[in-house]
């Protein structure tokens, strides 16, 4: 797949290259991807305890295995 990134974006991937903090683009893109669906599904547990529901353990695991399950589907399969 390739992705053509805004001007800001593409200069702070490059940047981080350049620093060391990644070895390639790729990784530093994937890496900012993955932060975005960890952050994500962050955000839905904030909401649902905020709800003040009963969650169990068996809940959240269910939870984060489907958004896995979600990341790891073929390029569109949704």
């Given amino acids: 797949m390739k992705v053509e990134l805004a001007a800001d974006i593409a200069e702070w991937v490059e940047a981080e290259v350049a620093a060391g ?3 390639t683009p790729e990784d530093a893109v994937r890496q900012a991807v993955t932060e975005y669906l960890i952050n994500g599904l962050r955000a839905k547990l904030d909401a ?4 003040g529901g009963s969650h169990t353990s068996a809940d959240v695991r269910r939870l984060v295995r489907e958004q896995l399950e979600k990341r790891n589907e073929p390029a569109g399969a949704h």
């Fill in 21 to 23: 903090s990644f070895p």
């Fill in 48 to 51: 649902a305890v905020e709800e």
